[in-house]
């Protein structure tokens, strides 16, 4: 499921599925290592886009700094 790029809103959502499954003690090892790989990948990619909307914000923030002024 992570191959694809998924919007934060879903990332964040699935990353909350996998930590349900992983609580879950039935998972046989080779799934719970598939399931905590792709959390991992959710997890880097939510913090890409975190930082991606944080630099954004503060480019929007500076601007409107300037009209102010």
């Known amino acids: 499921m992570a ?3 998924l ?3 879903e990332a964040m959502k ?3 599925e996998i930590v349900a499954l992983l ?3 039935e998972l046989e090892l ?3 290592m598939s399931l905590f ?3 991992l990948k959710l997890s880097a990619q939510c913090e890409k886009q975190l930082k991606k909307f944080e630099t954004k914000m503060d480019q ?3 601007v409107n700094q300037d009209v102010d002024e």
Request: cysteine-free.
């Open 14 to 16: 699935r990353l909350d």
């Open 37 to 39: 790989e792709e959390g």
């Open 60 to 62: 929007l923030m500076e």
């Open 23 to 25: 609580n879950n003690n």
């Open 30 to 32: 080779e799934e719970a």
């Open 7 to 9: 919007k934060f809103q």
């Open 3 to 5: 191959a694809k790029q």
